[in-house]
């Protein structure tokens, strides 16, 4: 299962960076002017994330891509600021967020893909409940309006909405696990927050 994660999570970028025309469409049509498609270099960096700090020269990049990576991040707003100082003048972020209140959020294998590999012993939402099958992964489980806040400090948002398992705009996850006994004991959390699996940001820097 991580094996697969890693193939489909690299697979993912490669095809909407590289490949997928569709991607320079969304920011073209977003900001206005005509972006450089397939002549670019793209550089991968692995960091540490709860150092929010990289090791990379100031206003080199136009376009900063993090996928499923900020939710891991201790502190957004010195990472949104870092990807400012990255970003050329009219450079673009394009992140995933990887939604923790939604039913893969609490970022337990068994309920990676709920859809289609729903768990047999993992309730749905536990990390959100009784939080019995923890996992040891960092999250900072902050909610939508706090990732635009911090990212609105230092970068202008053009974008921030939710995405489904594709990262196609609009969808559910796990519409159907969310029954009347799981909304009561979770009424504290919107409908929307808990079945949304990720959100999309895209920011300018002006």
């Known amino acids: 299962m991580l094996h697969n994660g890693l193939k489909r999570a690299v ?3 490669l095809r909407r960076v590289v490949f997928n025309k569709n991607y320079y469409d969304i920011l073209e049509n977003i900001s206005g002017k005509r972006l450089r498609q397939f002549s670019s270099t793209i550089t991968f960096v692995i960091g540490d994330p ?15 891509v993090s996928n499923a990576v900020i939710q891991h991040v201790s502190d957004v707003t010195k990472f949104a600021k870092e990807v400012s100082r990255m970003l050329v003048q009219s450079g673009f972020f ?3 967020i990887h939604n923790f209140y939604s039913l893969s959020g609490g970022h337990n294998m068994e309920l990676a893909y709920p859809d289609e590999f729903p768990s047999s ?3 749905p939402w536990d990390h959100l409940s009784t939080n019995l099958y923890p996992t040891f992964v960092y999250l900072n489980r902050l909610r939508p309006e706090e990732y635009y806040s911090a990212f609105a400090k230092h970068l202008k948002v053009l974008l921030f909405e939710g995405r489904d398992i594709n990262h196609d705009p609009g969808g559910f996850e796990g519409e ?3 029954t009347e006994e799981i909304k009561n004991e ?3 959390f ?17």
């Open 11 to 13: 697979k993912s970028v």
């Open 50 to 64: 709860k150092s929010e700090n990289y090791e990379l020269p100031s206003n080199q990049y136009d376009l900063i």
């Open 94 to 96: 394009y992140g995933i």
């Open 121 to 123: 012993r993992v309730p």
């Open 176 to 178: 159907r696990f969310l």
């Open 186 to 188: 979770l009424s504290m």
């Open 190 to 206: 919107n409908r929307d927050l808990l079945l949304t699996r990720s959100f999309c940001i895209i920011c300018l820097k002006v």
